[in-house]
Structure formats: structure tokens, C-alpha cells
């Protein structure tokens, strides 16, 4: 029996309705944005197929130590982790390229090279949820593995670039940096600070990796005052952030001082230069490109649409090491992730009309009587390959054309009892109201 204690406590299940609401961050999407995804993901499917890439798929769940094993315990904050009923510890994937990564080293290590892959899929973040930021998004991307060529690397960048071009959108900025450089920058600038433990080349802290995440988020403000606490003078700072500001091959080499730095300079120039050949002619050198991930090196980039405002990355990608860590063979390895989401929301907001779906033909039987024989028709026109539907609502002709319209069909068959006796229908033009009558055997020919 209850106690007055418990009564009170207990709620009518009917009122606890947050349990049947959307979990923070994730979203449902109704039909009309479904047929915009899909015009999305089919225009940057066919990119990449363009580009000679194929398609994998990989589990939306994976072993958690795969996403800790080069960024730390620390990125388990960004994570949806958890064990299963095996005490295993697992995550939800935040990105594809460990788990791509995973299944190179695991099977497909004796493919021929390049090996072009592409993928599509959900991932999720413990991201703050807000405009363009979800906790479950989609992301379309590619990977290449065994080329580092400038050559490579050009048609990599060029690819992630038609890709969101294709689909429609028109302003977008493509910037491509060095991490090879800004790492030496940093270090170099680091050099006389008070993060070395005396006669040591290693840093005692994680002033490095602190000063590239301000560097990714743009806190230039953040990274000065981070080298001052560090006992950096003045003047070295300035020094860096001209460092970081040049953009041009010149003024890269002028505070290039590690040797071997100047042959990676040259490759990524000759990147660059060779952009152009695959049409790409607006990129820009930047050397501000920190990259959020923990396994970049080398040759990175990112694409923005300014029209998005805070969340404008839409594509983040570049030169990685994770073969080796996962137990494979060296190799070169390089790719991007496109932000879907976030392309489609750009799309809307420069007023993209996308396609709509759209059938061919609504059959509408005029009276009870013949819906037997108007299923017939609709299904011999849709074994004829027209998208078709039938009213199937027994209801006035007038409400029938109304949801014919709804569906923007493009025409409507009027099948009545008077016009089956000369085996014919009336084909009506949603557009126009015209009419006409047509032998049944035509109609396939009037669409
Ligand atoms: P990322 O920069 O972390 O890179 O993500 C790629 C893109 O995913 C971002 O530019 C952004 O458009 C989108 N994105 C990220 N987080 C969210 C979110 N919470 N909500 C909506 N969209 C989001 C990577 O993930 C790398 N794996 C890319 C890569 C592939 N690098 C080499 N290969």
C-alpha cells in the first residue's frame, strides 16, 4: 500500500513529458528536409565518384581507446561514452577517420594506392547545442591513403571544394595552411620561455598544445597573453604572430629556420599553384590553421561560408598520422570531413531552391466503382517507370486535386465510370486546369 510519503511523490506518467522529447542537441527531419538531404548527399556523392572515390561504412559505435588513443583521456568530455552490458568501453563515434583508419589497418592495407575512400554518416559530440552545432550531425568525407604528392594533395583540397560547390552554394572561402610551420613557429617562439625543464628539449607543460587551440579558435589576444605567462618577450611574440600572418611563399621562407622545412614549403606552394589546374582559383595561404583533432601534421585546410556567421566551418580537413598508431605500415594519409548540416543550412540561407520531390501522376478514381480498375492503371503506369500516386481517401474531386497539388504532381487522371466504358481517363495539367481525354493505354505518353 502506498504511504501518504510515497503518493505524493509519485506522478501520473502522463506528465513526465520530457521522456518523449527530443534529447538535447539531435533533431527530426520532416519530409521536405529529407528530400533536401538527399539532394545534398546524392550532388556530393557524385563528386566524389567523379573523383574516383568509393564508398565504406563503418560501425556508428567503436572502442572507445580508438578516439582516446592520440588525443587523451581529456576528449572523453566531447564524447558519448559508456559501457556495455560486457563492461566494455565504447563511444559513439565523434568523426570518421580513426574508425576509417581502423578498418585500413585491419583489411585494407594490400589495396593499390592511392586508395580514394569516402563515407556519410551521423556522429556526435557533447558539443553546447546552437545554431549549426548539433550533438548528432552528419558528416560527408573522404579519405587518401599512400599519396602525398602536391599533386595528391591539390586534387584532395579541389575535390572537398566542388563538392560543396556542386550542390549549389556560392560563397565560400577556401584557406589552406602548414602545420609543419606553425609548429616550428610555435616552438621556436617557446624556445625561451619558462616551459623547459633546464637542459631538456621537452616541454615540461601543455603550453604547445594550449597556444594551438587558442590558435584555432581565433583568440590571437589569448595567444599572446599565453606566451607572455610563459616568460616570452615582447618582441618574440610580435615575431610570431608575423610569423603566422604571412601569406606568401616569401615571407614563409623568411621565417622558415628548421632544415627541411623549406622542401615542405615548396610541396605545399606547389599545392597551391596546382589548385588552379583543377579549377580552383580563389585559395588562400594561411597560416593560422591550427585544426581542432589531434593527429594533424603537414598540409591542412579549411572551408568556410561566411554566410553561416560563428558556426561558418564547413569543412575541415588535411595531412594525419594514425596508421602507425593503430599497429599499420607507414603511409601517407590525408582527407576532409564536410559539415552536412552545416551545407544545408548554408544553402538556405543564400535561398537555394532545391528540387522538390515530386510525382509524375496522381490517379483520382471518380467514384467507388472504379477503384479496383484505377489501382490497376496507377500500377501499370508505375511498372512503366512513372512515380505515382492514388488518392486513396474515397472523398470529392475537388479535395483529391488539392492533395494532387500538394504532392505538386504534375498531372492528375480523373478515372470515371462514364469515360471507362470507352476504355479512356481524363489527364488533367496541375498547372494549366486543361483537360483532355485519353485511352488508357495512352497516358503513359501524356506525362
Ligand atoms: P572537424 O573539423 O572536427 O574535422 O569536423 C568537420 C566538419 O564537421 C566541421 O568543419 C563542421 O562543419 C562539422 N561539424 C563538426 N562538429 C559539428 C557539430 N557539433 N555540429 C554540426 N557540424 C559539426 C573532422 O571531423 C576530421 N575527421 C576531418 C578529417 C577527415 N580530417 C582528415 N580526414
Redesign the pocket.
Known amino acids: 500500500m502506498l504511504t501518504s510519503f510515497t503518493k505524493k511523490r509519485i506522478k501520473p506518467y502522463f506528465i513526465q513529458t520530457d521522456v518523449f522529447k527530443l534529447p538535447r542537441g539531435t533533431r527530426d527531419f520532416t519530409p521536405e528536409e529529407m528530400q533536401r538531404r538527399r539532394y545534398t548527399e546524392n550532388s556530393m556523392m557524385t563528386t566524389f565518384q567523379k573523383f574516383g572515390y568509393k564508398e565504406i561504412q563503418t560501425p556508428i559505435f567503436e572502442n572507445l581507446e580508438l578516439f582516446t588513443a592520440k588525443s587523451g583521456a581529456t576528449i572523453i568530455d566531447e564524447l558519448y561514452s559508456f559501457k556495455d552490458k560486457g563492461d566494455r568501453e565504447l563511444a559513439l563515434r565523434p ?3 580513426a574508425p576509417v583508419m581502423r578498418f585500413y589497418v585491419d583489411k585494407l592495407q594490400m589495396e593499390p594506392k592511392p586508395l580514394k575512400l569516402f563515407y556519410f554518416g551521423n556522429c556526435f ?1 557533447y ?1 553546447r547545442p546552437q545554431k ?3 550533438r548528432e ?1 552528419w ?1 560527408m ?1 573522404c ?1 587518401l591513403i599512400g599519396a602525398s604528392t602536391p599533386e595528391a594533395m591539390a586534387e584532395l583540397i579541389a575535390l572537398a571544394y566542388h563538392a560543396i560547390k556542386e550542390t549549389g552554394l556560392k560563397n565560400i572561402n577556401l584557406r589552406v595552411g602548414n602545420l609543419g610551420y606553425l609548429n616550428q613557429q610555435v616552438e621556436e617562439t617557446l624556445s625561451s620561455s619558462n616551459c623547459y625543464t633546464t637542459g631538456s628539449t621537452e616541454l615540461k607543460n601543455n603550453t604547445k598544445s594550449e597556444i594551438f587551440r587558442l590558435i584555432d579558435k581565433e583568440d590571437y589576444e589569448g595567444v599572446r597573453n599565453k606566451f607572455k605567462e610563459s616568460g616570452v618577450i615582447d618582441k618574440k611574440i610580435i615575431k610570431f604572430m608575423d610569423s603566422i600572418d604571412a601569406n606568401n611563399i616569401e615571407d614563409l621562407k623568411k621565417f622558415s629556420v628548421k632544415p627541411g622545412l623549406e622542401q615542405e614549403l615548396e610541396r605545399y606552394n606547389k599545392t597551391i599553384n596546382l589548385l588552379k589546374k583543377f579549377g580552383v582559383d580563389n585559395a588562400r595561404m594561411e597560416m593560422k590553421i591550427a585544426r ?2 589531434d593527429y594533424y601534421s603537414g598540409i591542412v585546410f579549411e572551408i568556410d561560408a561566411p554566410i553561416l556567421g560563428a558556426e561558418k ?6 595531412e ?1 598520422k594514425l596508421v602507425p598508431l593503430f599497429g599499420g605500415k607507414e603511409t601517407p594519409t ?6 552536412f ?2 551545407t544545408i543550412l548554408a544553402l538556405e540561407s543564400e535561398d537555394f531552391t532545391f528540387p522538390k520531390e515530386t510525382v509524375d501522376v496522381c490517379v483520382i478514381p471518380l467514384s467507388n466503382a472504379v477503384i479496383d480498375r484505377s489501382l490497376e492503371i496507377a500500377s501499370d503506369l508505375r511498372n512503366m517507370g512513372a512515380m505515382v500516386d492514388v488518392d486513396l481517401m474515397r472523398r470529392g474531386v475537388s479535395k483529391s486535386l488539392k492533395y494532387a497539388a500538394s504532392l505538386h504532381s504534375k498531372k492528375a487522371v480523373l478515372v470515371g465510370p462514364k469515360e471507362l466504358k470507352k476504355n479512356s481517363v481524363i489527364i488533367r495539367d496541375m498547372d494549366s486546369g486543361d483537360q483532355k481525354l485519353v485511352e488508357v493505354n495512352n497516358v503513359i505518353y501524356m506525362l
Open positions: 568523426e570518421l577517420t559530440r558539443d549549426g552545432r548539433y550531425f558528416q568525407g579519405e581542432g583533432l566551418q564547413l569543412c575541415g580537413g588535411g594525419y590525408a582527407g576532409f570531413a564536410i559539415g548540416d552545416r
